[in-house]
């Protein structure tokens, strides 16, 4: 049973930081892209990083520079570092897996991330 668990979420006033976990088990993790998507009430899920079983890494241009998503294969972990964070950060942050070569795509529940003061 595969199960993506993300953690870290709550409230942030504008230009603080937050670091989301996202815990994976029932894949081989280290053979997964992994990446971070975001849902803002009323809009479409949409990228925010990724990074892949290599470790190469890609970002929404409205996060560069601020986020960083990386990953622990030995602990089955994937981060997103988040610093000077925005009120247009305000979202529900879901982790996805994606294994490049089988095409098995997974999702979490998500994690809301409120940026206000």
């Known amino acids: 049973q595969v199960q993506l668990v993300e953690s870290g979420g709550g409230l942030v006033q504008p230009g603080g930081s937050l670091r989301l976990s996202c815990a994976a088990s029932?894949?081989?993790?280290?053979?997964?892209?992994m990446g971070w998507y975001r849902q803002a009430p009323g809009k479409q899920r949409e990228l925010v990083a990724t990074i892949t079983l290599g470790g190469n890494t890609n970002y929404a241009d409205s996060v560069k520079g601020r986020f960083t998503i990386s990953r622990d294969n030995a602990k089955n972990m994937v981060y997103l570092q988040m610093n000077s964070l925005k009120p247009a950060d305000t979202a529900v942050y879901y982790c996805?897996?994606?294994?490049?070569?089988?095409?098995?795509?997974?999702w979490g529940k998500g994690t809301l991330v409120t940026v206000s003061s």
């Open positions: 029932g894949i081989i993790f280290r053979l997964n892209n």
């Open positions: 996805n897996s994606d294994h490049p070569r089988t095409g098995m795509n997974y």
